[in-house]
């Protein structure tokens, strides 16, 4: 995969953020036990800059991701020794602490016992979040150094494709890798996998070919799982696919069901792929009845790597994925769920709460809009969100 390929091996290969960059490395050079929180929206480059950073230092990176750690014996596990001890060439350490904002909620003393680790680390720790805000994570934001990543600047994006295009010897229109950068939504992963799925295999890259490239939305990344998955031969690269999904895996297992026969023309292929499917069906009830949450990382490999090999070779071409039929019934439209999101997004940036917070909470701030429709202007809404709310 590209985004692995061309991963920033140092800060100065790392586009942008040149203010998030600097206090970043000042703060764990002169580490005084304060954690960092670095947050920012899916795709921006979080665990990138901090992989590049303990490159440029020369510390031993000790990665864990929170969103994988289920209990606090895990985390005692995983992370207690690394904290306490030397590393074991006898150098600095880092310690990276992937989306704690993942951390499951069934398990109420695995905020509280993550907190207690890093305060006791001997070692600089930095934590990653989508969102810093997420009430759950409160006493570790309480505790930290908050940086904030912002969007990648479309001209840095820009700058940095046609770069990767320069190293893999495809010859490029100027407007077609801009329109690629234009439309990434200011996710620098993004766009690196969506110039991978219309490049890879060209001797030139044309306005034509990223036609079929829409408007980032809110479900772009399942698409760019789906693409990975769906495409790929190799076990790594569809492992890979959904590290850095925002979805739970029942989402990622309806949207890989309904679209196997969209991509997969073969009746052997389809018939294969919905076999290790079937499986991540069976372990997910398993985890269900049993609350075995150990089992979770074979759902993921069966509905990834099993589906990803399920076929003889790649099928060439562009496929529209569809969105899964059965969460279509279960939900509401696209346009009410994309009218929700920003009606919750813009509550929550207002509130100083999470987009979920603000989401689960709705129903309360109609009887407050109602009882008071000053405060509509105070929250910048407009008279059809306003409507929105009360209906909801």
């Not at 990665?63 to 994988?68: H, I, L």
């Not at 529209?320 to 994309?338: D, E, H, I, T, W």
């Amino acid at each position: 995969m590209w985004v692995q390929k061309y991963r920033p091996k140092s800060l100065e290969d790392y586009r942008g953020a040149s203010k998030q960059k600097k206090k970043l490395k000042t703060h764990v050079e002169d580490w005084n036990g304060k954690p960092v929180l670095l947050h920012g929206q899916a795709g921006t480059g979080k665990t990138s800059l901090v992989e590049a950073l303990a490159n440029d230092l020369g510390f031993e990176l000790v990665e864990t991701n929170a969103s994988d750690v289920r209990t606090k014996g895990q985390l005692k596990e995983e992370l207690l020794e690394a904290t306490r001890q030397a590393s074991f060439f006898g150098g600095e350490k880092l310690i990276l602490i992937d989306e704690v904002d993942g951390m499951s909620g069934r398990d109420r003393g695995g905020i509280r016992e993550l907190k207690s680790i890093i305060e006791g680390s001997k070692f600089p720790v930095v934590m990653t979040a989508n969102d810093a805000y997420n009430k759950k994570i409160r006493p570790l934001r309480n505790i930290a150094e908050e940086i904030k990543l912002d969007s990648v600047h479309t001209n840095s994006i820009n700058a940095h494709l046609k770069w990767i295009l320069d190293q893999e010897g495809i010859d490029y229109d100027e407007g077609a890798v801009k329109r690629i950068a234009r439309l990434s939504g200011g996710q620098m992963r993004s766009a690196i996998n969506d110039l991978e799925s219309v490049a890879l295999g060209r001797e030139k890259l044309g306005k034509n070919d990223v036609k079929g490239l829409g408007q980032r939305d809110s479900e772009q990344e399942i698409f760019d799982t789906l693409k990975v998955v769906f495409k790929t031969s190799s076990a790594d690269n569809a492992r890979q696919a959904s590290n850095n999904l925002d979805e739970d895996v029942d989402t990622l297992v309806q949207w890989i069901r309904e679209n196997i026969p969209r991509e997969y023309k073969k009746p052997e292929d389809v018939a294969e792929a919905y076999y290790w499917l079937s499986l991540a069906d069976l372990f997910n009830g398993r985890i269900r009845k049993r609350m075995s949450w150990n089992l979770l990382k074979y759902v993921y490999d069966f509905s990834t790597i099993g589906v990803a090999l399920s076929k003889d070779e790649r099928y060439e071409g562009w496929t529209r994925y569809q969105y899964p039929s059965k969460l279509r019934v279960m939900g509401s439209s696209r346009a009410s769920r994309n009218k929700l999101d920003n009606i919750s997004s813009k509550l929550g940036g207002k509130l100083h709460i999470s987009k979920d917070d603000a989401k689960n909470d709705l129903r309360l701030y109609s009887r407050i809009l109602a009882s008071n429709p000053n405060l509509a202007g105070q929250l910048d809404l407009d008279e059809d969100e306003v409507d929105f709310i009360m209906d909801f």
